[in-house]
């Protein structure tokens, strides 16, 4: 609880006391609401609630009070120090939501109807590539993919494709780290009109904030490091413009039936107080080890926004505070040799999923890209013998010696 004449300055303040919300009983830490429903004193409170006359709760899938707590929290964190030209802060509207996949499709049908396009590029996560390229051309929206990290096409495909609504972008992404320079592709977006998002689940609000360039939304799964520790599946939408926040978004969120849990919200709640000082710790020991893998004889190719030697390393020092807790590497060996170090690790966590306090490793190839055609996958640097990373903030030196057991190994 802050007390709004007091100006918090640093990013963990905003993590800790970034909710102003009072709970009756004066309770330290939000209380998990575990309610469906809230009640009215009299019929008339009932019907100013619904008018929107009087705040207040009404129903869990409209609102709930552990959820408003997160919500105020995550907007405050992507809205961190950033201002209007006028100096005056940028405030922001925040909406939980069951999952990832569930912020963003309420994001993505509150904006779009039949016969609009998408225009996004390759490496996106494999739940939003499916969605797009799957599912909502059923729903007659189509998705252009293209490289967008090559900003000289990007206005030519606007302007030849007036279908074109809405410009999506996750950066970094899955899992060459491929990055997409966030203002440029916003500015020429905008120029024509089209409402921009972007997926910031790699990068979290401490790392980089959209924000600050002209994007319309940001949404996150908060299942990866917002929540840090593995418990709760979760997805946050965040806008800009409170009245189409407050108003379609809101609607199509309820409608839609993507809301969150109190429990999920109460643990994302702690995760988000500890965000700053594990992504430090991620980020160093993920530093640390993409150091380590380029020297080792047995790699032959490391993927790491924080080497010179990534494509993206200009767009990442550019727009990033840190260059993030993800990498991958190639390993020599193929297929073969990609299999037996997964299963040699000692301490490292054989999973998919991203964000967690430990260290976990997966197998593209055999795992999250299993269903994915050869040919294609090696287009996009998914090699038999690529294995990505999420570093965890465990002590460096068991990490390495881990990394260094697994590969003499294999
Ligand atoms: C995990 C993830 C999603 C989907 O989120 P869920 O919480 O699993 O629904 C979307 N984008 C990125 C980048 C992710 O890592």
């Known amino acids: ?60 899938r409209w609102g709930n009070p552990t959820f408003t707590d997160a919500e105020k929290v995550i907007a405050a ?23 990832g996949q569930a912020a ?87 120029k024509h009109g089209l409402i921009v998002t972007v ?15 002209n994007v319309d939304f940001v949404f996150h799964s908060t299942t990866k490091f917002l929540n840090g520790h593995g418990t709760a599946i979760g997805g946050v939408l965040i806008g800009r413009d409170a009245d189409v926040m407050n108003g379609k978004i809101t609607k199509w969120q309820r409608l839609l039936g993507g809301n969150s849990n109190p429990f999920d919200a109460f643990l994302l709640l702690q995760g988000l107080k500890t965000l700053e000082i594990r992504m430090d710790r991620h980020c160093s020991n993920t530093m640390a080890v993409a150091k380590y893998l380029k020297g080792h004889a047995a790699v032959s190719k490391v993927n790491y926004t924080g080497l010179p030697s990534h494509p993206d390393y200009e767009v990442v ?17 193929g297929i073969e040799a990609a299999k037996q170090f997964i299963d040699n690790l000692k301490m490292c966590v054989r999973a998919v999923s991203l964000g967690t306090a ?3 490793l997966c197998h593209p190839a055999t795992m999250t890209h299993y269903g994915v055609p ?32 697994a590969l003499a190994n294999s």
């Not at 809205?79 to 939501?97: C, E, N, V, Y």
């Not at 206005?155 to 899992?175: F, Q, R, S």
């Open 199 to 213: 997926d910031n689940t790699f990068a979290t609000p401490y790392l980089q904030q959209p924000f600050k360039y």
């Open 77 to 99: 964190m992507e809205a961190f120090r950033i201002t209007h030209p006028d100096g005056s802060p940028l405030q922001l509207k925040a909406l939980l939501h069951a999952s």
């Open 374 to 405: 050869k040919e294609e996958r090696e287009k996009f640097g998914i090699t038999d013998g690529l294995i990505r990373m999420s570093v965890g903030i465990e002590g460096i030196t068991d990490i390495l010696n881990d990394l260094e057991q």
């Open 104 to 190: 963003m499709t309420t994001m993505f049908m509150a904006n779009l109807k039949a016969g609009d396009k998408i225009l996004s590029h390759y490496s996106l996560y494999g739940g939003t590539h499916e969605l797009m390229l799957k599912v909502f051309p059923e729903a007659g929206i189509e998705t252009i993919i293209a490289d967008l990290g090559n900003i000289s096409i990007v206005e030519e495909i606007i302007v030849n494709n007036p279908g074109i609504k809405l410009v999506h972008i996750e950066t970094p992404a899955n899992p060459t780290l491929d990055c997409v320079d966030i203002e440029a592709v916003a500015n020429i977006a905008k």
């Open 317 to 333: 020092q550019k727009q990033m505070k840190q260059p993030g807790a993800l990498l991958s590497f190639e390993l020599k060996g």
């Open 1 to 60: 609880m802050s007390d709004n004449t007091f100006t918090l300055t640093g990013f963990s303040s905003v993590a800790i006391h970034g909710n102003e919300s009072k709970h009756p009983n004066y309770a330290h830490v939000t209380p998990i609401y575990a309610t469906s429903t809230f009640t009215f004193d009299t019929a008339q409170q009932g019907m100013e609630r619904f008018e929107g006359k009087q705040e207040g709760y009404i129903y869990s």
């Open 358 to 360: 430990d260290t976990l």
